[in-house]
DNA sequence: GACAACCTCGTACACTGTAAATAGTTATTT
DNA sequence: AAATAACTATTTACAGTGTACGAGGTTGTC
């Protein structure tokens, strides 16, 4: 278990494939299934209940076809989650919104919360991103949609780069909080209050005095730490991420005008 | 494979042996290996394997034991991933630095700097930090500490709260696309230059009209994509996002003085 | 009709986490 | 000293994983 990487095994079949450039069989039987039916059946799957539940006997199933035709289509697992990626990428920033420059602050809170409702909706996506970026048509895509935010303000192209890279950054980060509840949850079969009614015993009978700031902190932010408040989280670190990106792109318009 | 989760089970077993609380056996021979062994064992796998390389049985082979005494110790998997988080949690912010609340940007970066190094020296945090905060001593001792850094500067609990985890999210995200080139490498053997010089071909059959953006700004960023400056990236977002701070904190303490 | 291309499938292997039963070791109790 | 309870260690076993290999069936082209 543990980590199956998205981006090994041959790089180019991967991508071949992420780009429908698999040509047509001339002869040979009719395929059951196609390799989109095999995706959308492991997202399926993964959407439901979690990614460890996808397994390449699971979907080769789902779509009526025994374990190993799974690999008449796909080589290997890698290549499954790479396309699991980059079909879901398909969903963010769907409507290609049109982004005005001077809005640039409603521009990446839009993009903001375009990924984190993405992420929220597919939370085994924040574990495969721990790896490398895929390079399918919907990523690529939903980059540029979320670039585009950025453009028009004056900013060199590396800018625009890490400026977006520090939202997704955040956004990811502040996420995976309010995922792994959810992930827990389903996993578990506990609620968090559940889960916290077990824990709270034991930890009355630690020593806090070690950790003066953290009891007190933790005391007010909820039962030490049980009550979160992701939205709210979100909300503040999102604002303080756009109030730091306005000192710097406000001073660089201001250069520009000089 | 794909995703153990740190933090099911029985929390209380987990809680126990985070905290030694496990009282001492009266009778019985003398185990061979105690749970301080087995984890250690285990992060020196992860650290030089990767964490799909720690698995119960190599664990139990390198403290010199028979796979299932591993489960004497340790009740299962979930509980030695827990264990291993906190274990090296205890290296982050390990000189416990004294904080002055005027210098709390500085503070902050000396935080950040530390959880990233901590990151980079240990990336399969990354991929467990999905899952639920391990409430152990380590875990603890590193927040509580962290959160000194913002403490004494008029901000309510709630605030220090999100301060430092808007910090900390950042990190982790920032950190993850470092992180991921050590891992890929690690486990394909292919640098990242092999692996674009391998994928570049194809990329350049593709028809990048639809992403004008995405590929004007790639070109810039380097082999569209293919050339990373981690450290830039990372120093430029914790500047914006101190620099967003420094717009709340100084607006609160302004108003503090009224 | 022959052949090549293609799909599907059964078997097999090395691995995973861990349940269950058994055997061996030690300190306490009788 | 013998019995017992508590504890560690081990063997065997099972269901699950990814996937290599090879055989067999199906379709289009020559």
New interface residues.
């Given amino acids: ?5 998205s ?2 095994g041959d ?2 079949k991967s ?2 494939l992420l ?1 429908g450039r698999t040509e047509a069989p001339r002869r040979g039987p009719k395929a059951k299934a196609g390799v989109a039916d095999l995706v959308s059946a492991a997202v399926a799957i993964a959407d439901a209940e ?3 539940a ?1 397994s390449t006997r699971r979907v080769a199933d789902a779509v009526g076809i025994s374990p190993m035709s799974f690999y008449t289509h796909i080589p290997g ?1 890698a290549e499954l989650l790479d396309l699991m990626m980059d079909a879901v990428a398909g969903e963010v920033l769907k409507d290609r919104p049109v982004f005005k420059p001077a809005q640039w602050r409603a521009n990446l809170s839009r993009v903001a919360t375009d990924y984190r409702d993405f992420y929220l909706a597919h939370p085994w996506v ?2 495969l ?5 895929v ?1 399918g ?1 919907n990523t ?2 939903s ?2 949609v979320a ?2 935010a950025v ?1 028009g303000l004056g900013l ?3 800018e ?4 977006l ?2 939202v ?7 996420v ?2 309010a ?3 959810k ?2 949850k389903e ?2 079969g506990m609620t968090d209050a559940e ?1 916290w009614s ?2 709270e015993p ?2 009355e009978t ?1 020593d ?1 005095s ?8 933790g ?3 909820g039962e030490t ?1 049980g009550a979160h408040d992701p939205e ?2 979100f909300a ?2 999102l ?10 792109i406000e001073e660089k318009t201001a250069k520009r005008k000089r």
Same sequence: chains 1, 2.
């Fill in positions: 278990m543990s980590d199956e990487i981006g090994r790089p180019l991508l071949q780009w979690g990614l460890d996808v697992k924040i574990q991103a721990t790896h490398r970026t390079l048509p690529f895509r980059a540029d670039l585009s453009e060199t192209d590396l625009m780069d890490r400026v890279n520090l997704l950054d955040y956004v990811h980060g502040a995976r909080n995922a792994r509840e992930r827990v996993l578990t889960w077990r824990v034991f930890l630690v806090f070690p950790y003066p700031v953290l009891s007190r902190v005391k007010t932010t730490y709210g989280a503040f670190g604002a303080r991420v756009l109030d730091g990106l306005s000192v710097f």
